[in-house]
């Protein structure tokens, strides 16, 4: 199982950028999708999650100017970042619950992670 992000990208204070992640490989099911950060000298921090019924979560930092959807269809998960700020910039990294076959057909649970993707907020 791999996830995909991409999406990153240097824009200026109070653009807007629009993340995605693509899960591939035998999966059965994906429960939480999860967006994380990390900024130079900082811990990793969720920024959002959203279940697979859809419920979601934020960060205070983020609330009402982000907007984490999934495709359930699709096995993808995006985040919707507006009136971005300095303090936004990080290497945001998606994660999820995934339940995939193994190579004998066995279903097993693995929290991944994809690669992470820059974000870069300046003037």
């Known amino acids: 199982v791999q996830l995909q992000a991409s999406g990153g990208g240097l824009v200026g204070p109070g653009g807007s950028l629009r993340l995605s992640c693509a899960a591939s490989g035998r999966v059965a099911s994906i429960n939480a999708m999860d967006w994380y950060r990390q900024a130079p000298g900082k811990q990793r921090e969720l920024v959002a999650r959203i279940t697979s019924g859809g419920s979601s979560v934020y960060a205070d930092s983020v609330k009402g100017r982000f907007t984490i959807s999934r495709d359930n269809a699709k096995n993808t998960v995006s985040l919707q970042m507006n009136s971005l700020k300095t303090e936004d910039t990080a290497v945001y990294y998606c994660?999820?619950?995934?339940?995939?076959?193994?190579?004998?057909?066995?279903?097993?649970?693995?929290?991944?992670w994809g690669q992470g993707t820059q974000v870069t907020v300046s003037s």
């Open positions: 994660s999820a619950d995934v339940l995939y076959y193994n190579d004998g057909g066995e279903p097993v649970a693995l929290r991944a």
